[in-house]
């Protein structure tokens, strides 16, 4: 431990991000950087490399992950940061996480909230720190192509090429396996590509730069080909010596009252990957994705990706957006029922709704509001969302009952809906080709650390298996099922 004082003399400090009217205007990144080592160096130094690092744990606790679940050594790179031994740091970091860069920008940060600093202080910007190491190692040139030095001869296919699916191709192509990945979307990625809007992970100089250093260390990519359509899973098992199953929890949860129908109503995804393929193609030149520009918009869900929707139609200059959820507002601190080191759920203002107060004056978020229909004009387009109060209550079986709340019934103008209310689980082409079991919530039943499915030689891992989840948990499942995989061709595995 280089500062033993450091969590005492610093204080928890970010770099600020582009002000929130400046971003708007754009689909640059909004995340900025310190503008010297010597500040990165401080924010290394508040870590006190405690005997027992919660933050590198990796844990689902009732309150939700807790620490990071690709186990990253944590301390000892917050502890090289303070030394300035940068080079070092990287090398550290690479051993546990194959792609910090995403997990850098997009994911929520479990490490922090197990942080045992942040059981009495701020938590050590453990996420800041991650991809500051990593965007100087890329920076310096330290991220080389380093393709196996031997092949195995043995060939293995893995379907979907999200966070999952690439962690799980990087590792496999480690130990000398001929790896093609295969992706329906016309580029490489799944959600790290479609998913996630460009303003939150860049697709060129961040995603893309990954996936060409795969392609140059032997991975083969495949697109525009769906596995299960184009390509049955027979003929895919029979061509390759094992198959992975990483094409993720896809399907969205549809909201079904009266006016579903109606033009105008969308599944977020449907609206996002269409933004960032036009943004991508032509930057929006082509008209080929769903405009908010001038419209009501409405965002039915409070989670990552209702922000996301609120942030993008904002760029795209709607007349104002609204976000409805049915759950309560969460409470501003931990409350006793979620105690450290579960991951805190608490009241946060996320960029999308910095963005939306910035613009019109207000959070766009209500809570506890539950849809009753959408009202469209004579064309068939909607104009309207009727909605009502709820509250929950618990019953005598200890069940919680939405209740609505009479004479609270709202009509809200809305020329563009976006269900942004989660996902369901696979969808059921591929499941079905390949003739895998799945688990009573649909996914593809391979026991975790395992994930060897009912069929030999079919592994499954990320949100296919768990459902859906972090960016990060997909990450860790990719390593595990190759390192599986692995023992399944060669007999045993040097894989983590």
Known sequence: MGKPTGFIEYERELPADRSPLERIKDWGEFHLHFHSEAESQRQGARCMECGIPFCQTGKILPGGASGCPVNNLIPEWNDMIYRGLWREAYERLRMTNNFPEFTGRVCPAPCEGACTLGLNENPVTIKLNEV???????????????????????????????????????????????????????????????????????????????????????????TGVQIGKDISAAELRKNFDAVVLCAGATQARDLPVPGRELKGVHFAMEFLTANTKSLLDSKHADGNYISAKDKHVIVIGGGDTGTDCVGTSLRHGCKSVTQLEIMPRAPDQRAPSNPWPEWPLIFRVDYGQEE??????????????????????????????????????????????????????????????????????????????????????????????????????????????????????AINEGRQAARECDRFLMGETTLP
């Open 356 to 473: 939306a107060a910035a613009l019109f004056g207000a959070d766009p978020r209500h809570y506890l509001v539950s849809t009753k229909k959408f009202v469209g004009d004579a064309e068939g387009k909607v104009q309207e969302i009727h909605t009502i109060g709820v509250q929950w209550e618990k019953t005598a079986d200890g069940r919680m009952n939405l209740v609505e709340i009479p004479g609270s019934e709202r009509v809200l103008p809305a020329q563009l809906i976006l269900l942004a209310m989660g996902f369901t689980g696979p969808e059921k082409a591929l499941i079905e080709s390949s003739q895998v079991a799945t688990d009573p919530r649909g996914n593809v039943q391979a026991a975790y650390g395992q994930y060897a499915t009912s069929v030999p030689g079919i592994f499954a891992a990320g949100d296919m298996r768990r459902g859906q989840s972090l960016v990060v948990w």
């Open 132 to 222: 500051s190491i990593i965007d100087k190692a890329f920076a310096e040139g330290w991220v080389q192509v380093e393709p196996p030095t031997e092949r195995t001869g043995k060939k293995v296919a893995v379907v979907g090429s999200g966070p999952a699916g690439l962690a799980c191709a990087d590792q496999l192509n480690k130990v000398g396996h001929e790896v093609t990945v295969y992706e329906r979307a016309d580029r490489i990625g799944g959600l790290l590509m479609y998913g996630i809007p460009n303003m939150k992970l860049d697709k060129t100089e961040v995603v893309q730069r990954r996936v060409d250093l795969m392609a140059a260390e032997g991975i083969q990519f495949v």
